[in-house]
């Protein structure tokens, strides 16, 4: 069985002020972790993906995240928030073998203030 | 990069009638494309995954006979709801995927907002 949990709904931060969003994911096989975003009535963008290759993953609008098997994370970051990032970010996760399976996280609301 | 589109952005309907929504992969070939539904302020549902050529799979739960799928090509599906419902107002997502691997990315389509009546 896979799982994937976002552990928070809703993140608040200052515009120019750090980024995490976090997920923890489980799965029997190895995965293949995906982070989207979704603004308001769009569909999904893919900011960045991890497939076994480079563990530290860099992705579009300078967003960037680190898969870490001993903690089973993958949490996504940017140094510096900017307005345009205000939407809702989904962690996937997939993972090849036996029956093949997408599982989507509930998603994390990133709020930016001015 | 790819680019998955949808059609209509949005549709109204009234109660007892279907409703047809494509999906088509622009610039390259999709060998599996899939369906989701998402309510408000929730996460995507899938649906039902569809290979070109052959019948829908579909998770448990989603009646196949009231959301018929069809992949009769490489670059389109379509998703029709029958005999619609306002329960079955949604906003209902599709993806495309080129490859046969999970470690393939899903190119998601713009959505499609179905308000029943």
């Known amino acids: 069985a896979q799982s994937v949990t976002q552990l928070d709904s809703h993140v608040s931060v200052s515009e120019g002020t750090p980024v995490l969003l976090r997920c923890n994911y489980s799965?029997?096989?190895?995965?293949?972790l995906f982070w989207y975003v979704q603004h308001p009535n769009k569909g999904l963008q893919l900011l960045l993906k991890y497939t076994s290759a480079a563990t530290l993953v860099k992705g579009i609008n300078g967003f960037e995240a680190e898969f870490k098997k001993s903690e089973t994370s993958f949490h996504l970051t940017k140094p510096s928030a900017h307005m345009s990032d205000a939407a809702e970010y989904f962690c996937v996760v997939t993972y090849s073998g036996g029956y093949q399976k997408v599982t989507f996280g509930i998603g994390t609301k990133l709020q930016v203030i001015p | 990069g790819a680019v998955v589109s949808q059609h209509p952005s949005r549709v109204i309907c009234k109660s007892g009638t279907s409703v047809k929504i494509e999906c088509r992969s622009l610039d390259f070939q999709a060998t599996t494309m899939f369906w989701y539904r998402q309510f408000p302020k929730q996460s995507l549902m899938l649906m039902a995954t569809?290979?070109?050529?052959?019948?829908?799979?579909?998770e448990q739960g989603v009646e196949k006979d009231k959301f018929l799928i069809n992949h009769a090509s490489l670059t389109l599906s379509t998703l029709t709801v029958t005999s619609a419902h306002p329960e079955d107002s949604s906003f209902y997502i599709c993806s495309a995927r080129s490859g046969g691997s999970l470690t393939d990315t899903q190119y998601f389509g713009p959505g499609t907002r179905l308000t029943v009546l």
């Open positions: 569809s290979n070109e050529g052959s019948k829908a799979t579909y």
């Open positions: 799965s029997s096989y190895s995965p293949s």
